[in-house]
């Protein structure tokens, strides 16, 4: 199928074409009762269309990764089973999300003096390595565009001037919020992976579900700061509504 075709079926599919834009198959169609034979042709797919569905990357940061200002164990592993679970599902996705952290003067949010929990040491500030997307996440990145150039790439920052876990407290640069731009691509269902289990994972699973969408939490592409906070977390999103993949 050339482009433009493909398009068009996609939108028939998806119903997306104006009526008189659609085939006529009124008369194209032959009628059952002259020529039974003949399989009739339905004007509507006899299968609704699925959901259109976004792969939401939490958080995949040089900081929050092994080496980083604020490591957390497991995330390159999470990261390279995120290049995994691409290879074989790009193109079941419509959307690509990457939240960011991205940090101007958060506050209270850093501290020489960390809890872990509320405060941290200094991380992803804005323009920094440490702010960049890690270059496993990268990588997987690169692939799920190279399988799916269709897919919408939607980047959020989060965090400037404040304490941010959910990506979806994160703006596009347009300055979009995240669930407007997902609605906005007609997304139903997201699939959440990156960093971490406990914070940032956990904060846009719930913030996901709020705003309506159905969540699936991919386990083996997450990591947490603390082990147990981290299976509570996952507790947690499941309670509320999330499904663990
Ligand atoms: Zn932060």
Redesign the pocket.
Known sequence: MNASFSEMYRQLNEGELDEHAKPDVSTTAPEKARTPQTIPQESEPSHPPRPRMALVVVDAQNDFSEGGSLAVDGAVTAFRNTYLHVAGTANKYDVIVTSR?N?ID?GE?FSDDPDFVDT?PA??VAGTTGAEIHPEMQRALEFFAQLNPHAVRIDVTK?EYS?AYSGFEGRTEAGVLLADALRASDIEEIDVAGIATDHCVRATVLDGLKEGFSVRVLRKQIAAVDADRGDFSLMEMESSGAVLA
Do not use: I
Request: with cysteine; charged share 10%; aromatic share 12%.
């Open positions: 952290d940090h958060p949010h941290w991380h992803c965090g304490a």
